[in-house]
């Protein structure tokens, strides 16, 4: 094979980008891959390798290393908030470190820390990861998983409310019918 410029050489490598066989002298190696002067200089114009799209189109699901647009980025209120639910609805799968809340007394810890870095790259790591339609797909999905979030969140906070309420009424029924709350069997010992 001849290099496609320089009919006159041997062609050591094919460009990744169009095809074309290039010399030693044609060939420019980028992470692995090898490719022709004129891609390169496509790409440095235009921030995309010829046929492949631009950062600024939809290149959504295309891997960890793909440009995020702009409007993508911000901090991802559903992966602060369902951490690991979140994280298997946007294949996501570093999420899953969240479920280490479930250990007992440090869990907390792991789960808000793993939420606060879900919050931070949440966003980024959703686009790279799965294939969306468009910004707007992505965003309008995003904010769906923003009201589970505050949804799930209201719920919990009705529901401590709710035993928290329940705690003190028992407590106050207990005194009004004279009940020592240091006797075994007590409904609630912490009080």
């Known amino acids: 094979m001849k290099c496609a410029v320089h009919t006159d050489r041997d062609a050591v490598a094919a460009c990744s980008s169009c095809g074309r066989f290039v010399c030693p002298e044609c060939k420019v190696s980028i ?22 799209p631009a950062a600024t189109s939809n290149n959504s699901g295309m891997g960890p290393n793909t440009p995020v647009p702009a409007e993508i980025r911000g901090w991802n209120w559903g992966g602060f908030l369902l951490t690991w639910v979140w994280g298997i609805g946007n294949n996501v799968w570093i999420s899953l470190i969240a479920l280490g809340s479930l250990i007992p007394w440090i869990g ?27 910004i707007e797909h992505f965003q309008k999905i995003q904010r769906t998983w923003l009201w589970w979030g505050v949804s799930l969140l209201v719920a919990q906070v009705i529901f401590a409310l709710a035993l928290l309420v329940l705690g003190v009424a028992l407590y106050k029924i207990g005194n009004s019918l004279g009940i020592d709350k240091n006797l075994p069997g007590n409904m609630i010992p912490w009080l």
């Open 31 to 52: 992470g692995g891959r090898q490719y022709c002067n004129t891609c390169l200089q496509t790409r440095l114009k235009t921030g995309a390798w010829p046929g492949q």
């Open 108 to 134: 907390w810890v792991i789960g808000l820390v793993m939420g606060i870095i879900l919050g931070i790259r949440g966003n980024e790591w959703a686009w790279q990861r799965k294939k969306w339609e468009s």
